[in-house]
């Protein structure tokens, strides 16, 4: 696909799209191997990029990036004074859609988000030290994070969009994505913001161990050591908690779940794994209805989802939404957007909204 771009540089138009194409195509950030299935890192991807954004070209030039098409080559173009460009997260979203209409990977783009965003450390006050929305999770050594296994596959999925849309920082594609999927799948409409930044290169990435467990010897007290860590309290807790109303547990990959239930051995996707709702691929409040029955084998309970209904501050909120989903969503809405901003260093400050 062709794309035209108009650079203004200072008084003087040049018209760079060519070069750029020319420059980029030989050398990607991420590789695929033929099945699509795995990612390569190759040594030369890390040092282009960032010999790529210190250009003195395009450090020293305030540069403005007007879309011509909607359509983009898969050559990234040129970085412009804000970290993402709204008509870009627009067509983006669009594509985003297209992608849950044929793959049916809303869960996994949920987690997505989730997981790049859920490092935040509120006592850490450097960027990008503190962890958070920052697109870390693109690299190797975070995505082999035990927490992270099949990410990659996420990753996969969407790696042609950011090729398609080079001014898109992996941390707001990522959050892109898992709002939308909310939104597709009928949840709520999330107030998200754009703008974040990215961090530079692998040795950026957060340590093991920020992520929640699933089985923890004490789970109401787990998801409050990490979940308080980010700042977020009880309501937040639970309220995300119902995201699992979307998606499976795959033993494979995280060791809890079966094989396959007579809720997913058809798919839609992939078929297997133990899903927590009997329609996993739809937003609603079933999650918190079914974990208060626990009357299906074949739905997935794990001890921090039986906590939120144990433990006495949590169960609160439970109870309010298995019998409100309007309160559901609400909560829900507020809770995710504040998520997606955790440890983000915004460009410009006050972020983007599309």
């Not at 040049?14 to 030989?26: C, D, E, F, K, V």
């Not at 992939?270 to 609603?284: I, V």
């Amino acid at each position: 696909m062709a794309e035209r771009l108009s650079l203004t540089l200072n008084n003087t138009t040049t018209n760079m799209a060519s070069s750029l194409r020319t420059q980029i195509s030989g050398s990607r950030l991420f590789h695929f191997s033929s099945s699509g299935s795995k990612l390569s890192f190759p040594s030369s991807s890390f040092s282009f990029t960032r010999s790529l954004v210190s250009s003195p070209l395009l450090s020293q030039k305030r540069c403005q990036a007007t879309l011509v098409n909607r359509s983009f080559s898969s050559a990234a173009t040129t970085q412009c004074t804000a970290a993402t460009d709204p008509e870009q997260l627009k067509s983006a979203r669009e594509d985003i859609k297209e992608l849950l209409n044929t793959k049916f990977c809303h869960p996994i783009l949920v987690r997505l988000g989730w997981h790049d965003a859920g490092t935040y450390n509120k006592n850490i006050s450097e960027w990008p030290q503190r962890g958070g929305a920052n697109g870390s999770l693109r690299y190797e050594i975070e995505l082999k994070h035990g927490a992270n296994a099949g990410l990659v596959n996420a990753l996969n999925l969407i790696q042609h969009i950011k090729d398609m849309y080079s001014g898109i920082s992996y941390a707001d594609l990522f959050q892109l994505a898992s709002a939308t999927a909310i939104e597709e799948a009928g949840g709520p409409k999330i107030p998200m913001k754009y703008g974040r930044v990215d961090t530079s290169g692998p040795h950026e990435c957060p340590e093991e161990g920020r992520l929640p467990d699933a089985g923890p010897p004490s789970p109401a007290n787990h998801l409050r050591e990490v979940f308080y860590r980010m700042g977020l309290d009880d309501k937040d807790i639970v309220a995300l908690s119902g995201a699992h109303t979307l998606g499976r547990s795959r033993p494979e990959r995280s060791g809890w779940g079966k094989p396959e239930t007579k809720y997913t051995k058809k798919g839609p996707g992939a078929p297997g794994g133990q899903s927590w709702t009997p329609e996993w691929l739809k937003f609603d409040n079933s999650y918190f209805t079914e974990i208060k029955e626990k009357g299906d084998e074949d739905l997935l309970v794990l001890p921090t989802d039986a906590a939120i209904f144990e433990d006495s501050s949590f169960k609160v909120y439970a109870e309010k939404y298995a019998a409100d989903q309007d309160a559901f969503f609400k909560d829900y809405a507020e809770s995710h957007a504040k998520l997606s901003n955790l440890g983000a260093k915004f460009n410009p400050p006050e972020g983007i909204i599309i």
